[in-house]
Every structure is written in structure tokens, then in C-alpha cells.
């Protein structure tokens, strides 16, 4: 079993920054890929960020050129580096990391709790 543990949100002002961290814990055979989704009020959740098992990206087109994901694999940790925030940006931040079982025939999302982001001045 794994558990991810996210933290790192909070209130920042308009053009401020903030860095997500989510740690996880238990056994990891092997990554597919992990990644930061987010969901505002009223809205769908969508993608901020996405890291394969291999290193390759992508990222929502809002957040392009404005945020980064990393990974710390010797412990275990995925992060967001969030620059010039706007408004826009306000939402509950929730880490995913998507684990093969063994074999590679198939695999398992895990999701954190959310970290609330709110953007405001």
C-alpha cells in the first residue's frame, strides 16, 4: 500500500510563488508516472503538471512557462514549484502518482488529500 502526504499550500498575494511537496510512502516497485492535478470550486479537476516514469513532461497550457514539476526519488517526493501565481490559480492542489504492478501489465493510482492554494491580494 502507499500513502502520499502532500503540504506546502496557503495564501500567497498576486506574482508570489509557493512549492508543493508530496511525499509518499510504502512500496514502489516501479513509477509510471506522477503529477499534480487541481480543482477549483465549480470546476472540473484538470491538469497542472505531469512527469512520466522516464522523465518526460506536460502542462496544462495555463501553467506553462509559470510552473515545474520535480522529483526527488530517493525520497520518495514530487514536487511544484508555482511562480507568478494569479487568482486563477486558486484551487485545492492534489498529488497522483501512478504505480505499475509488477509484470507492467497494468497499474494503480494513488491520490494525497489535497492541498488548498489560494491566490489573493
Known amino acids: 500500500q502507499v500513502q502520499l502526504v502532500e503540504s506546502g499550500g496557503g495564501l500567497v498575494q498576486p506574482g508570489g510563488s509557493l512549492r508543493l511537496s508530496c511525499a509518499a510512502s510504502?512500496?514502489?516497485?516501479?513509477?509510471?508516472?506522477m503529477g499534480w492535478f487541481r480543482q477549483a470550486p465549480g470546476k472540473q479537476r484538470e491538469l497542472v503538471a505531469r512527469?512520466?516514469?522516464?522523465?518526460?513532461?506536460n502542462y496544462g497550457d495555463s501553467v506553462k512557462g509559470r510552473f515545474t514539476i520535480s522529483r526527488d526519488n530517493a525520497r520518495n517526493t514530487v514536487y511544484l514549484q508555482m511562480n507568478s501565481l494569479n487568482p486563477d490559480d486558486t484551487a485545492v492542489y492534489y498529488c497522483?502518482?501512478?504505480?505499475?504492478?509488477?509484470?507492467?501489465?497494468?497499474?494503480?493510482?494513488?491520490w494525497g488529500q489535497g492541498t488548498q492554494v489560494t491566490v489573493s491580494s
Open positions: 510504502g512500496t514502489i516497485f516501479c513509477i509510471k508516472a
Open positions: 497522483n502518482i501512478d504505480i505499475w504492478n509488477l509484470g507492467f501489465d497494468s497499474s494503480y493510482a494513488y
Open positions: 512527469m512520466t516514469g522516464n522523465g518526460k513532461t
